[in-house]
């Protein structure tokens, strides 16, 4: 009995790993020559570089210092380094073999053109709901308008096992939900505009959803927040902590300048995003974005100006002079007060810092970048910029005003280990890239 449980068992594995080599295989694609991708409508090449900023293909396919689209990007996941191909149409090292079918392929499943399964750093996960007709536009663009370059693929730091391609294909079949996008019937056009795009190229998901053990994002927290580079992505959902909430104006205002009243900027990881990314969309999609995500995150059409956190703050001016008692604050009104100094700035967009996303976070990390290495001009308002204050306050004196700002500012509970956090992101920064 037995070993016919035995033999049944064995056979179902055989059976298994024959249906895991037929669902791997993926045959390669004929090879095309460039005048077989020439002669687009200039129309559709422009719909396609809009796609590609609002999918920041250029932020991870151009190496610091490289050729536009030229790759060796390196993108540090928690297994090893995986460097970004060339995607330019160069005939022996880019993409300019690659059929518009294979370039389809790449983008809905994750293979390249011979037929070898792609690492999910490359965010196909996301790629895959997008429509033909856009990959399409995209392909055109490149095709079109990236010039060509030739370049030395850098070799990806992953250990065996994992550097296996075909052991993609089984990440693919536990993780991957393949297919376009489908629209919910119970959504307005509007709001299925934004998760089409929130969910496909711009692929918000890739660093506001946490992820598993193998690196998939968890389906069952999407957008629930998660660590990038050592920044925090905040939470999208009602779990976000900000101190006022948030509003579809909030969020488009966000999305299309990278500058908020309410909530601060976007610095960091979410800086190219931003200015090299879903600016380039059209008005009507920043609506469409902004209504999508004013609905995950539950917001409420009150007026954030009329926010009791906000009437409260005018009142939050600078410490009396006199009364410069604790170390923080005192360094705080050195340091920080020239730019920062009151609750009035909200007229300029530069409001309270209790207010700012930075200090209502659960964790100090965003509030310390900033701090060591200041906000860079595309990202904050046009001609002030911060400067970064890593070479002239020691890590006392950044704990000092980060416990200041969290305590007297935003009013929350003390960070745990904020001091160790100061010292760990000073010597190891966020990934250097
Ligand atoms: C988060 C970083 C990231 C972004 C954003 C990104 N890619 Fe990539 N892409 C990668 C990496 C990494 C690879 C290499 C994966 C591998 O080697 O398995 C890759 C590979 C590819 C490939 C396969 C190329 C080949 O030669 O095998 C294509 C096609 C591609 N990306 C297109 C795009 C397009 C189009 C966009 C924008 C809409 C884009 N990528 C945005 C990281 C990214
Ligand atoms: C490469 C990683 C990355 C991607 C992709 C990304 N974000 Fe972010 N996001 C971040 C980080 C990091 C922050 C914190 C920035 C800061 O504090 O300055 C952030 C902050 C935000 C905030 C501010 C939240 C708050 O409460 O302050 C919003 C809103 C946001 N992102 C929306 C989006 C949307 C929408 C997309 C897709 C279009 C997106 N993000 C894609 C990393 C990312
Ligand atoms: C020379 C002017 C200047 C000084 C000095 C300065 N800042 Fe800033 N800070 C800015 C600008 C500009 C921005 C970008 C956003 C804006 O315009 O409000 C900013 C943004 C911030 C943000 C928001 C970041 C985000 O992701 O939303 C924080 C937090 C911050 N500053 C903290 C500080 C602290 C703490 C100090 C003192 C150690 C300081 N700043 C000193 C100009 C300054």
Redesign the pocket.
Same mark, same amino acid.
Not at 54 to 61: D, I, L, M, Q, R
Not at 82 to 87: E, G, Q
């Given at each position: 009995m037995l070993k016919r449980l035995l033999l049944g068992g064995l056979a179902v594995a055989a059976l298994g790993a024959v249906g895991f080599a037929i669902y791997a295989y993926k045959p390669a694609l004929a090879p095309v020559t460039a005048d077989q991708h020439a002669g687009f409508d200039p129309a559709l090449v422009e719909q396609g570089r809009i796609?590609?900023s609002?999918?920041?293909?250029?932020?991870?396919?151009t190496a610091e210092g490289g050729a536009p689209y030229a790759?060796n990007?390196p %993108?540090a996941t928690g297994f090893g380094t $995986?460097?970004?191909?060339?995607?330019t149409p160069d005939m022996e090292t880019?993409?300019g073999t690659?059929s518009q079918a294979a370039?389809r392929r790449?983008?809905h499943e994750?293979v390249?053109?011979?037929g070898?399964?792609?690492?999910?750093?490359?965010?196909?996960n996301h790629?895959t709901k997008?429509t033909d007709a856009d %990959?399409d536009a995209?392909?055109a663009y $490149?095709m079109t308008d990236v010039a060509p370059v030739k370049t030395e693929q850098k070799a990806?730091e992953l250990p065996f096992p994992l550097n296996l391609?075909v052991l993609?294909a089984g990440w693919k079949l536990l993780f991957v939900n393949f297919g376009a996008y489908q629209p919910d019937p119970a959504h307005s056009e509007a709001w299925n505009r934004g998760a089409y795009l929130a969910e496909g190229?711009t692929?918000c998901g890739?660093c506001h959803t946490p992820r598993n053990a193998l690196g998939a994002e968890d389906s069952s927290q999407v957008f629930a927040g998660a660590e990038i580079d050592r920044w925090i992505a905040p939470a999208l959902t009602a779990a976000n902590p900000s101190a006022v909430p948030w509003t579809a104006p909030e969020f488009k205002s966000y999305l299309a300048k990278g500058v908020t009243t309410y909530h601060g900027v976007a610095a960091g990881p979410m800086g190219p995003v931003v200015h090299d990314g879903v600016r380039a969309l059209p008005e009507a999609d920043l609506d469409a974005l902004a209504v999508y995500l004013a609905d995950i995150v539950g917001a409420t059409p009150d007026d954030p100006a009329q926010s009791p956190v906000v009437l409260a703050s005018l009142h939050n001016n600078l410490p009396d002079p006199q009364y410069r008692r604790a170390e923080g604050e005192r360094l705080y009104a050195t340091a920080c007060a020239a730019c920062h100094y009151n609750a009035a700035q909200i007229a300029q967009g530069r409001p309270d810092l209790g207010i700012n996303s930075a200090t209502n976070l659960d964790t100090p990390n965003n509030l310390i970048h900033v701090m060591l290495d200041g906000v860079s001009a595309p990202e904050g308002i046009a001609g002030v910029v911060m400067p970064g204050f890593r070479h002239a306050l020691n890590d006392s004196e950044i704990t000092a005003i980060a416990a200041y700002l969290r305590d007297k500012r935003a009013g929350k509970p003390a960070w745990p280990d904020l001091a160790a956090t100061v010292a760990d992101l000073r010597a190891n920064g966020p990934v250097a890239h």
């Open positions: 796609l590609a609002a999918g920041y293909c250029a932020t991870c396919h790759g990007y %993108i $995986i460097y970004s191909t060339n995607l880019g993409i690659w370039f790449a983008m994750g390249d053109r011979e070898n399964h792609l690492f999910p750093a490359f965010p196909y790629f997008m %990959i995209v392909y $490149i990806n391609r993609q190229v692929h890739a």
